[in-house]
């Protein structure tokens, strides 16, 4: 029998993190389940329990450098070291440029960029050490420009020049980076997206459906699937990749 794996989840209370801290588990990987609230993580520790898994549920705020050196050592202390980490958590703080505050862009970038630095360089520790890794960014079709997004674009680019970095550093340790970058998922943050610009959600999402080729919306298990792979033993010859998620080809 193989070791079981330990990974990390950020954002993992609710949308895709909580989709994939589930579909990890169900891989056969303890999971911690990092978000804000460590109460709001209850909802996916107890289904990954219920299913006979091992999870732990960590309150973090990943744009703080000592909140998560101390979530991190949390995580090794209680399930193990881990090498396995989804950089999931993620704000929207959506606003034409002219509107757009410096608080607005300070936020957004501490918790896309810096959190996934902060908590990247955290957990590679264990990684190089065990001599295998598995890191996943999220990214996003955004990352190409998207209106109203000028923050949250250059972020989520960022990102995928920080995969390739870390594919490139890290490597020769067994460690792979990759990005994942969905298009329109159905989750909380697309529902603000949609009472951002005053339409129903589901009028939000009828439309967007009718734009992708799939000619449907994403569900958040449609990106932890791709991410499941991702992170499995036998993807360890992808690294430093963006794979859009999105019903249909971008680049
Ligand atoms: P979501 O439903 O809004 O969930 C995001 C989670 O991140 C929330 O649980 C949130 O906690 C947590 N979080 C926010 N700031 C944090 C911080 N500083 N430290 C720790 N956790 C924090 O979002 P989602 O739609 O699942 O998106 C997940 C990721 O996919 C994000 O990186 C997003 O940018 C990316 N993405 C989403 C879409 C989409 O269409 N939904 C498309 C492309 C990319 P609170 O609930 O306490 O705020």
């Not at 972020?155 to 890290?170: M, N, R, S």
């Not at 951002?196 to 009718?210: N, Y």
Request: proline share 2%; charged share 20%; aromatic share 6%.
């Amino acid at each position: 029998m193989t070791t079981q794996r330990v990974a990390v989840v950020s954002g993992a209370a609710r949308g895709i993190g909580a989709a994939t801290a589930l579909r990890l588990a169900e891989d056969g990987n303890a999971v911690a389940v990092l978000d804000l609230d460590e109460a709001a993580c209850a909802g996916t520790v107890d289904a990954i329990t219920a299913a006979g898994g091992r999870a732990l549920a960590v309150g973090v705020d990943v744009s703080k450098a000592d909140q998560v050196e101390a979530a991190v050592k949390r995580v090794a202390e209680e399930l193990g070291a881990p090498t396995i980490l989804v950089n999931n958590a993620g704000i929207i703080r959506d606003n034409l440029i002219f509107k757009m505050t410096e608080e607005d862009w300070d936020a957004v970038m501490a918790v896309h960029l810096k959190g996934a630095f902060l908590l990247t360089r955290a957990v590679q520790a264990y990684m190089t050490q065990e001599k295998y890794g598995r890191i996943v960014n999220l990214s996003s079709s955004s990352a190409q420009g998207n209106r109203g997004q000028a923050n949250y674009s250059a972020a989520k680019a960022g990102l995928q020049g920080f995969t390739k970095t870390l594919a490139i550093e890290l490597g020769r340790f067994g460690v792979t980076a990759n990005a994942v970058a969905p298009g329109f998922i159905q989750t909380d943050m697309t529902a603000a997206t949609a009472e951002r610009i005053g339409v129903p959600f589901e009028d939000f999402i009828k439309h967007s459906a009718s734009q992708i080729p799939v000619q449907r919306v994403g569900q958040p298990e449609d990106i932890a699937a791709t991410i499941s792979f991702l992170c499995s033993e036998e993807a360890g010859f992808v690294s430093g990749q963006v794979i859009y998620v999105a019903g249909g080809p971008l680049d």
